[in-house]
Every structure is written in structure tokens, then in C-alpha cells.
T-cell receptor, first 115, second 116 residues
Framework: DARVTQTPRHKVTEMGQEVTMRCQPILGHNTVFWYRQTMMQGLELLAYFRNRAPLDDSGMPKDRFSAEMPDATLATLKIQPSEPRDSAVYFC?????????????FGPGTRLTVL | AQKVTQAQTEISVVEKEDVTLDCVYETRDTTYYLFWYKQPPSGELVFLIRRNSFDEQNEISGRYSWNFQKSTSSFNFTITASQVVDSAVYFCALSEADTNAGKSTFGDGTTLTVKP
């Protein structure tokens, strides 16, 4: 049963520290999405990639957030420096785009707490 | 711009009751895709269904059914004979059909509580 995996599942850090979240998409999927979920804002799309190329990162605060796909099996989301308002659950999702919008399969999320 | 509205923030029912979760969408695209996802207390989002704009046939899967009506821009989700395990947050989402796009716009979710 193929699944999206995310590490770490939980992260507590202090303000100003760097945070790196990792995602392993389902093998063969060519699209990766990063979402942030908070009670106030709901699900927000931060960035997404197709075939490892960034297609849209307009949802991401550019000064502190960065997203990359070093290879087809790894996507990373980095926050530097982290702030308390970054506390949220960060989801990665992957899909297979073959000409029609892909169904997105979500990972379990990384719960980030910035003190 | 796309928009998905789930007007029901919270719904509470007693086990075995039927419940319908509403989803209304806005889009200028003639071709688009609609989704429902379930987020149980464990937190992971689970895909339930995908429907394209050209297929208005209703769909039934066990106790779940979906009613898609383009005339009212709605894609409602009904759970028949609800069970406690159906308690979750349910999200409706809309995706563009443009092959260079693919972003999904999510509604704010409806929290369903099924009481024994």
C-alpha cells in the first residue's frame, strides 16, 4: 500500500531556529504539494512541484520559507528563521499528473510548534 | 478565481442518522474536477472521490453518495446510516483542468460528529 511519508511527525523548536521538513512522495508520482493547516486559515497551499520543477510557490512567505526537490524521491520544506506564527501542521501530498488534475494523496503531516 | 464554500462548519448527528454535507463552488473554467477528502482525528487527509465537470452522474459507494449538480454548482456528500467512525472533518476541493496548473482550492471543511 503506497503512501506518502513525512518526517519528522512532530517538531518543537525555539523561535529563530531552522526547521527542515521532509517528504517522500509515492513512487512514480510526478507532482508534489506542500500545505499548511491552522485553525484560523484552514488548508493553505504553500508550493507545488511537477517533475521536480517548482510551478507555484506564491503561497509561501519568501523571506523565510524555501521548498526544493533534490530528487524525485525527496521534497523538502525549510523555514529559516522560524517564528511562533509558523506553528501549524504541514502536509505534503503527491499525485500523478497525466493531463488531468491529479488526485492528491496526503502524508500524515508534520506538527510544528515554534516556541 | 476559484472558490469552494462549505457553509456548514459543524454538524452533529446521532448514529444511524443520514447526514448531508454541502459544497458549493465557483469557477470560470468549463472543465474542472471536484474532490472530497476526509480528515479523521488522526489528522491524515484521506481521498474519498474525484469527479470531473462532464460527469454529472451521482455516485454511490457503500454508505457514501455524492450528488453533483452543475446547475447549482454544488457537489454534496451524503452519509447514510452514519456511524461513530464517520466522525471527522470533511473537505471539498476544486481543481483547475489546465495542464500547467493543478492547484486545488479547498473549502474550510465541515466537522461531523456522530454520537452513539
Amino acid at each position: 500500500d503506497a503512501r506518502v511519508t513525512q518526517t519528522p511527525r512532530h517538531k518543537v523548536t525555539e523561535m529563530g531556529q531552522e526547521v527542515t521538513m521532509r517528504c517522500q512522495p509515492i513512487l512514480g508520482h510526478n507532482t508534489v504539494f506542500w500545505y499548511r493547516q491552522t485553525m484560523m486559515q484552514g488548508l493553505e497551499l504553500l508550493a507545488y512541484f511537477r517533475n521536480r520543477a517548482p510551478l507555484d510557490d506564491s503561497g509561501m512567505p519568501k523571506d523565510r520559507f524555501s521548498a526544493e526537490m533534490p530528487d524525485a524521491t525527496l521534497a523538502t520544506l525549510k523555514i529559516q528563521p522560524s517564528e511562533p506564527r509558523d506553528s501549524a501542521v504541514y502536509f505534503c501530498a503527491s499525485g500523478l499528473r497525466t493531463g488531468t488534475p491529479d488526485t492528491q494523496y496526503f502524508g500524515p503531516g508534520t506538527r510544528l510548534t515554534v516556541l | 478565481a476559484q472558490k469552494v464554500t462549505q457553509a456548514q462548519t459543524e454538524i452533529s448527528v446521532v448514529e444511524k442518522e443520514d447526514v448531508t454535507l454541502d459544497c458549493v463552488y465557483e469557477t470560470r473554467d468549463t472543465t474542472y474536477y471536484l474532490f472530497w477528502y476526509k480528515q479523521p482525528p488522526s489528522g491524515e487527509l484521506v481521498f474519498l472521490i474525484r469527479r470531473n465537470s462532464f460527469d454529472e452522474q451521482n455516485e454511490i459507494s457503500g454508505r457514501y453518495s455524492w450528488n453533483f449538480q452543475k446547475s447549482t454548482s454544488s457537489f454534496n456528500f451524503t452519509i447514510t446510516a452514519s456511524q461513530v467512525v464517520d466522525s471527522a472533518v470533511y473537505f471539498c476541493a476544486l481543481s483547475e483542468a489546465d495542464t500547467n496548473a493543478g492547484k486545488s482550492t479547498f473549502g474550510d471543511g465541515t466537522t461531523l460528529t456522530v454520537k452513539p
